[in-house]
């Protein structure tokens, strides 16, 4: 006899059993029912590590939580550039969940980061939807390679925690295709998450748990997505208009409200019976994955997971700057200071509800001491405290001056305290505390053989360190093993070889979001549109801290032979980008002393458009690793949407014919080659009426035939000859074919842009 599935059972349930499905069963656990044998399933947070609480957990669901491998946060992960790796990370991120009896993992998180100053940027991976849409993608196919299901969060524009459960994203359609929807439309069409989360925040208006724009037209019926949509916890403001919208489950329990309210609006027929059975359906299909994905009696592999936690946070690791190549550290130095509370008090996660109880933690003062060996001394002095009032700065600031005075090298561990950013709340500013920069510059001015190193979730200006550090270390929060994986680069056990996937500004005051952050009665405008980041550093030519893709190495690497060709279109579309439109490919040497990792960046310029658009556009990234001498050779393929940009008129992505340039470089501003092409395409034709502009007449292909041919025969004389002056043709251009048409009386006729309309339809 077939055993019988979820889905099977969706005819035995009754309306109050249907409904109590879409609500979940406390804080990590879906609804079970017993008298048909459908069991609930357990999901937990997991941006980067599991955090599962025993048993029914804290009332607030942020208690203390069994024991799990904390990786490198996304913002780390984003730096790596490296799709394997982080696919690695999903997969072992898969496999404790599969050892903890978890079916979805919440997460990855990949919306961008408009402003450093959110709070939650730790948990984001980039602030380019293509770094985040390709790492994303790769950190879901990890997880659910492993018969556990991700949550691509949050669903969408949820980029600020200020006042995030109730204020409103205003962002035009543009911005959201081209910038803050594409990451989670290539992770959705490409890896198929089985559960996508919505955020808490509205966008125009509108709560994105109850937006069926956002919910069933965008991401159901033009993306493909077949899975299960959840709310994040407490998103949910009414029920039954999320339900009508496309949401399917509402996290966590509402103790019965919203399964009675839900209930009772299919009763009354306010809410369609056929819209809640889809919505059951929804989550008896991912019941149902979760039973075919389990894995009983599965271990957890601790050490081999802790290992590659090491090597995650290695290759997170940015070498900003390296004056004097200072760095690596040399095995003959006779003496090493060590500053900075952090290297023996690590922070190496992020604080709300991603806190992983982890397995163990590496301190970097530890692997320091133990990568050097006996030969050389290493010193420590925490020089201040973190997060804490009570100690003696002017003490702890003495000690380490002492230390630092006669040590060959200086070796500061600098950063943000938990205080300064997390969940719950947004940032203030980009510096470090005042008494660590006030510690650098005194270190500094007795040793000025410093390297800082820092711990941080968001980006911090670095302007202040400039000047007291010869050599500049980006260690994010590396996760457990992020003490040691920073160490491997300090002493050269691995090569640096991450690079920046945010920008570092100057200054807050540069930051393109911020005259319009965080918003004020209830809304937040984009204001920026689509300029954020380097986007918006490289259109105005600003100077900045380091720039995006920036990131140094122990060797070096020439980039040669860059070909670029180009494809007529074609209707054969392989995948949904759509068909090839242009190949790239360039040669990469090592050409230093030592094996490194490159990543190489494929950015595109479009010339010419008719409307501001970004300096260029990263498309495509390629990391390789290359022993010295050796060359690779890196192809790019860009495709049909690579060059598209969205038509609000046409509502559709279109590819205008023109030219291009394409070029590869080591980051958004060390480009190594370029070459411009023509593609062909299709001017966009879009409707037009009476009170359309004369300029929009004029580039539509009928709509200019039949104007000019109107001035021609009009009623009192030619008047083509308007269109002869440019100068007349951009004065006249802004005016409604309508209303030029009464300013001009008789020469034109009242009727004259209607019947230009009747004969374009006609047509």
């Not at 925690?161 to 992770?187: G, K």
Request: charge should be negative; include cysteine.
């Amino acid at each position: 006899m077939t055993k019988p599935t979820a889905m099977s059972r969706l005819s035995e349930l009754t309306l109050e059993e249907k409904t109590s499905l879409l609500s979940g069963s406390g804080f990590w656990h879906t609804k079970a029912i017993d008298r048909v044998g459908l069991a609930s399933i357990m999901v937990s947070d997991g941006p980067h590590g599991l955090r599962v609480q025993p048993s029914a957990g804290d009332h607030v669901g942020i208690g203390g939580s069994l024991p799990a491998t904390c990786f490198p946060t996304a913002s780390a992960l984003g730096s790596s550039f490296d799709r394997d790796l982080v696919g690695e990370v999903g997969a072992a991120i898969g496999r404790e969940a599969q050892a903890q009896g978890v079916a979805v993992v919440l997460g990855p998180g990949i919306n961008l980061k408009r402003t450093p100053l959110c709070g939650r940027n730790f948990e984001y991976l980039s602030e380019d939807p293509v770094v985040a849409g390709i790492l994303g993608g790769a950190l879901v196919e990890g997880i659910q390679s492993q018969g556990v299901g991700a949550s691509l969060k949050h669903f969408a524009a949820n980029n600020q925690e200020t006042e995030r459960l109730r204020i409103s994203a205003v962002v035009d359609d543009v911005t959201l295709r081209e910038l803050y929807l594409l990451a989670f439309e290539r992770v959705v069409r490409t890896t198929q998450p089985w559960t996508v989360m919505c955020s808490y925040n509205k966008i125009n208006g509108v709560y994105a748990s109850q937006d069926p724009w956002l919910l069933t037209e965008v991401l159901r019926e033009t993306w493909g997505f077949e899975g299960l949509v959840v709310s994040d916890w407490g998103a949910v403001d009414d029920p039954v208009a999320a339900v009508a919208a496309g949401l399917d489950l509402e996290m966590p329990s509402s103790h019965g409200f919203g399964p009675r309210k839900i209930a009772a609006a299919v009763a009354d027929g306010a809410l369609s019976e056929q819209i809640l059975d889809a919505a059951v359906e929804r989550v008896l299909t991912l019941l149902d994955k979760a039973a075919g994905g389990r894995v009983a009696d599965i271990e957890m592999p601790v050490d081999a997971h802790h290992t590659l936690a090491r090597r995650a946070a290695a290759a997170s690791v940015v070498l900003l700057r390296n004056d004097h190549e200072l760095l690596p550290l040399r095995p003959d130095l006779e003496s090493i200071a060590v500053i900075g509370a952090f290297a023996a008090q690590p922070r190496f996660q992020g604080a709300g509800s991603s806190k992983v109880n982890p397995t163990r933690i590496d301190m970097a003062l530890d692997a320091l001491r133990a990568a050097l060996g006996a030969t050389t001394t290493v010193s420590y002095a925490p020089g201040f405290g973190i997060d804490d009032d009570t100690v003696d700065l002017t003490a702890l600031q003495e000690e380490a001056l002492s230390v630092a005075r006669d040590a060959d090298v200086v070796v500061a561990f600098l950063g943000l305290p938990p205080s300064f950013e997390s969940e719950g709340f947004d940032r203030q500013h980009l510096d470090l505390p005042g008494e660590q920069l006030e510690l650098l510059a005194k270190v500094a001015a007795v040793n000025p053989r410093v390297v800082v190193v820092l711990a941080n979730g968001g980006v911090v200006t670095t302007a202040a360190l400039e000047p007291y550090a010869q050599a500049l270390v980006e260690g994010w929060l590396g996760g457990q093993a992020g003490g040691a994986g920073v160490v491997d680069v300090l002493v050269g056990a691995v090569n640096p070889s991450g690079r920046l996937a945010e920008t570092i500004p100057l200054r807050l005051e540069d930051t393109p979001a911020f005259v319009n952050f965080p918003g004020a009665n209830g809304e937040v405008h984009y204001g920026e549109r689509t300029f954020i980041g380097y986007r918006h550093y490289d259109l105005v030519d600003r100077e900045v801290g380091y720039p995006f893709g920036h990131g140094l190495s122990y060797t070096t690497f020439s980039y040669a032979d860059f070909t670029v060709s180009v494809e007529a279109p074609t209707a054969d579309h392989a995948e949904w980008r759509g068909a090839v439109r242009i190949r790239a490919s360039v040669s990469v040497t090592n050409t230093g002393d030592v094996a490194g990792a490159e990543v190489v960046q494929c950015y595109l310029s479009e010339l010419g458009a008719p409307h501001p658009r970004a300096v260029r556009v990263l498309k495509d990234f390629a990391k390789i690793t290359l022993a010295p001498g050796e060359t690779s050779t890196v192809h790019f393929t860009l495709r049909d949407r690579d060059l598209a940009r969205w038509s609000t008129t046409t509502g559709s992505w279109i590819v205008t014919p023109g030219a291009f340039t394409v070029a590869v470089g080591a980051s958004s501003r060390d480009l190594r080659a370029e070459a411009t092409v023509t593609v062909e395409g299709e001017a966009p034709v879009f409707a037009l009426d009476a009170t359309s502009t004369m300029a929009e007449w004029l580039a539509h292909p009928a709509g200019r035939i039949l104007l000019t041919e109107g001035l021609r025969n009009a009623p009192g004389g030619n008047l083509s000859f308007l269109l002869d002056d440019p100068d007349t043709v951009m004065m006249l251009g802004s005016f409604p074919l309508h209303r030029l048409a009464v300013m001009m009386g008789d020469a034109l006729g009242e009727g004259f842009a209607e019947e230009l309309r009747s004969t374009l339809d006609a047509s």
